[in-house]
């Protein structure tokens, strides 16, 4: 803003944005002009501006003290914008505080933060290991006391694994036939118990025909992709768990699946813990970051000497076959615990379900084993025949 009174009128054509007269001028963000001098005082209680103030005449303007109307406010104390103003009529409701999410609570004086009793691997490890104990009690006292039990316990297992599948694939829009899915899954069970391998194969093209029959009555729309996920449930949960019927029929079919839970179990508690302890290369961080080459080594070892301790009293084979079973029964389970973490990673899902606490759905347990009993009902075919 220029003046046009009184003398010096002609020293200054505009109002300098630098000059800390104006109250209002003061919080200007500008450049410097280019005959900025340094060494001025800097005025740093201006919220907004840090830049440097015009210095304090030493003497009175030459148009005689008068500073064009406006007070000298070199001296006054700065007050930081909108401090004193008043709430207006018209002024917007003030947002409401914010209310910590459901099961956490912030912290504060004697009260500290929730936190939830996890493991360094992620896991609530005391839930983890109740429920791993009691799905272990449950099959070991059906297979040892009534092998009719074990089949049940199977045919549930396959009807809530297909379930699951089923319904963590609508997160990808996929609508596979649930129903015809999970009858053909418990046929298939009983068909390998009662008549064999030949009898698993038949029942897994029945199923896979029952539900494209079934898929035909909601019309052409992404068939193909529900029929793409039923054959995928069809063959990764009942066909696979179908060898662990295989497995459990012969006279000795109790020590078979036995041997396989052990050398199962051993590679994930020692992959787990060698993993945690170890852990520094990941194996496949974009599948499973948990997951690391310490924790596979671990799971081999472990592995491999349960296996060749189990393997030589249950099924008198050598400790050296023995070794070599559990080395394949380890490595056939990373496998299925990295395909279902890939499965899960394309789904957007974190677990198949919350039906089991510490472990998220039963597939989730159930992963390792799929891959584990094809392999182990192949080797021991080879290395411990049924006489």
């Known amino acids: 803003m220029a003046f046009n009174g009184g003398p010096g009128c002609g020293l200054m054509s505009y ?8 109250p209002h001028r003061a919080r200007h963000s500008g450049a410097a002009p280019d005959d900025y001098e340094p060494g001025f005082h800097t005025n740093l209680d201006v919220p907004g501006w840090a830049g440097p103030t015009q210095p ?11 500073t064009n109307g406006f007070a000298d406010t070199t001296q006054l104390p700065v007050v930081s914008p909108r401090a004193d103003r008043r709430p207006r009529d018209d002024d917007p409701d003030p947002a409401p505080p914010r209310r910590p999410g459901p099961g956490k609570r912030r912290a504060g004086p004697g009260r500290p933060p929730t936190t939830q009793k996890t493991s360094r691997a992620g896991r609530n490890l005391p839930a983890a290991i109740g429920v791993g104990v009691t799905l272990g009690a449950v099959l070991l006292v059906s297979l040892y006391t009534y092998k009719l039990a074990f089949l049940g316990v199977l045919a549930l297992a396959v009807a809530v694994g297909i379930w699951e599948v089923s319904r963590a694939m609508r997160a990808v829009r996929a609508q596979p036939p649930t129903i015809p899915l999970i009858a053909g899954g418990v046929l298939m069970i009983c068909l390998a118990w009662y008549a064999g391998a030949d009898a698993l194969l038949l029942g897994l093209a029945a ?8 898929r035909l009555a909601d019309g052409p729309k992404d068939f193909k992709r ?4 039923s054959t995928l449930i069809a063959v990764y949960v009942p066909f696979l768990a179908g060898f662990a019927a295989l497995l459990a029929v012969p006279p000795d079919g109790a020590d078979r699946v036995l041997v396989v839970l052990i050398g199962v179990v051993l590679s994930d508690t020692g992959g787990y813990a060698a993993g945690v302890f170890l852990g520094r290369h990941p194996m496949a961080p974009t599948i499973s970051p948990k997951k690391s080459w310490e924790g596979f080594g671990g799971s081999l070892v472990a ?9 030589y009293f249950l099924l008198n084979v050598d400790f050296w076959w023995g070794a070599l079973i559990g080395a394949a029964l380890s490595v056939a389970a990373v496998l299925g615990d990295l395909f279902e973490s890939m499965l899960k990673r394309d789904l957007g899902v974190k677990d198949m379900s919350h039906l089991l606490p510490g472990h998220g759905g039963l597939m989730d347990r159930l992963d390792s084993i799929l891959f584990a009993v094809p392999t182990a009902y192949l080797l021991l075919s080879i290395f411990a025949p049924v006489r």
């Not at 304090?56 to 008068?66: K, M």
């Not at 592995?303 to 393997?311: F, L, N, P, T, Y």
């Open 15 to 22: 109002s300098d944005p630098y000059s800390s007269v104006d």
């Open 56 to 66: 304090v005449p030493e003497t009175e303007p030459p148009y005689g003290g008068d």
């Open 207 to 214: 199923t896979l025909l029952a539900a494209t029959v079934w």
């Open 226 to 229: 529900d029929l793409t996920a």
């Open 303 to 311: 592995a491999a000497v349960g296996s060749a301790i189990s393997c």
